[in-house]
Antibody, heavy 119, light 111 residues
């Protein structure tokens, strides 16, 4: 059974940093592109970042470029999102998602971790 | 990329059919057959219901069906059931950097 479990969310002040983690199991993690997707309270879904199987390609939505960094450790079956210079508008539930094989669309999602940026 | 446009809400009685539209552009929905649909119950993670416009993942009932015409994709729920009441989001490949864009979301209510 595919499982994705996020952790690392919490309350942080504007300008602060946070590192999210996603532990994957039930599939060959190193064979899949992975994503982070966020959902602001009461709002819709927004793609945040993608990373290729070997970490050689990384892509970001414009609003987080230069502030967020996606990474992965295939030996630990883990995905990460380092978030710096956080803003109030980054407040959201962050989901880790696996991308379908050979298709740029997510299939399995974690339960999400809430990031709240507030003073 | 701009979010794909979905109706804010649709509703139907048990047993009826409802259809949700998802309108994009030739750069996303109209340009690729990479459209998916997700069901999200309150405070839950999204669940994949349809991918590649009209394909079912394992375990999803065939009451859910997908189609596309031009720049608009559609999700039809036939034989509406109480447990279908949820938010539904479409998603399309956005044509670059392996990125994708979601729809604005539609709340399905079962009367």
């Amino acid at each position: 059974e595919v499982q994705l479990v996020e952790s690392g969310g919490g309350l942080v002040q504007p300008g602060g940093s946070l590192r999210l983690s996603c532990a994957a199991s039930g599939f060959t993690f190193s064979s899949y592109w992975m994503s982070w997707v966020r959902q602001a309270p009461g709002k819709g879904l927004e793609w945040v970042a993608n990373i290729k199987q070997d970490g050689s390609e990384k892509y970001y939505v414009d609003s987080v470029k230069g502030r967020f960094t996606i990474s992965r450790d295939n030996a630990k079956n883990s995905l990460y999102l380092q978030m710096n210079s956080l803003r109030a508008e980054d407040t959201a539930v962050f989901y880790c998602a696996r991308l379908l094989a050979a298709r740029p669309l997510p299939d399995y999602w974690g339960q999400g971790t809430l990031v709240t940026v507030s003073s | 990329q701009s979010a794909l446009t979905q109706p804010r809400s649709v509703s139907g009685s048990p047993g009826q059919s409802v259809t949700i539209s998802c309108t994009g552009t030739s750069s996303d929905v109209g340009g690729y057959n990479y459209v998916s649909w997700y069901q999200q119950h309150p405070d839950k993670a999204p669940k994949l219901m349809i991918y590649d416009v009209s394909k079912w993942p394992s375990g999803v009932p065939d009451r859910f069906s997908g189609s596309k015409s031009g720049n608009t994709a559609f999700l039809t729920i036939s034989g509406l059931q109480a447990e279908d009441e949820a938010d539904y989001y479409c998603c399309s490949y956005a044509g670059s950097y392996s990125s994708y864009v979601f729809g604005t979301g539609t709340k399905v209510s079962v009367l």
